[in-house]
């Protein structure tokens, strides 16, 4: 039988981002990070009616020789992060660029790239579980 794994109950507000191209008449294109979204409430027909970009996590900072390690490979900030399951969430880590923004703020204080693969936890569908760093912006 195999151990429960649920996230704590005390939670932080994360939001993801991944670089898209987008076209402006007259402007032409620029890339943009623009907030993973998924539906929330559809109606009977399966039309979303509401979406949120705001997801509740564990979030955990490192401390002792893996942030000493951490610390050494250039990054300032690092911590393990474990949030329910969400399709969209865990295909963005696994094949884009995404950032993650802790406690929904889109400033370089707040702002972290992923540090290890996003472990779909126990192949269940009931965790996703990664790394994440901040790294000194220059």
Do not use: H
Not at 3 to 24: D, E, G, H, W
Request: some cysteine; glycine content about 6%.
């Amino acid at each position: 039988m195999a151990a429960q794994q649920t996230p704590r109950k005390r939670r932080t507000l994360v939001k993801f981002a991944i670089q898209k191209s987008v076209y402006t008449q007259g402007q032409g294109a620029s890339t943009q990070w623009l907030t993973i979204q998924v539906p929330i409430v559809k109606d009977n027909d399966g039309n979303v009616i509401e979406q949120t970009d705001c997801f509740y996590c564990e979030w955990l900072g490192s401390y002792g020789t893996t942030a000493i390690e951490q610390q050494a490979n250039g990054a300032i900030d690092t911590a393990r992060v474990r949030l329910p399951y969400v399709a969209e969430i865990l295909e963005a880590l696994k094949t884009k660029d995404v950032k993650i923004y802790k406690n929904g703020k889109t400033d370089a204080q707040n702002t972290y790239q992923l540090n290890s693969s996003a472990d779909n936890y126990l192949e269940s569908n009931k965790m996703i579980e990664f790394q994440v760093k901040r790294r000194e912006e220059k």
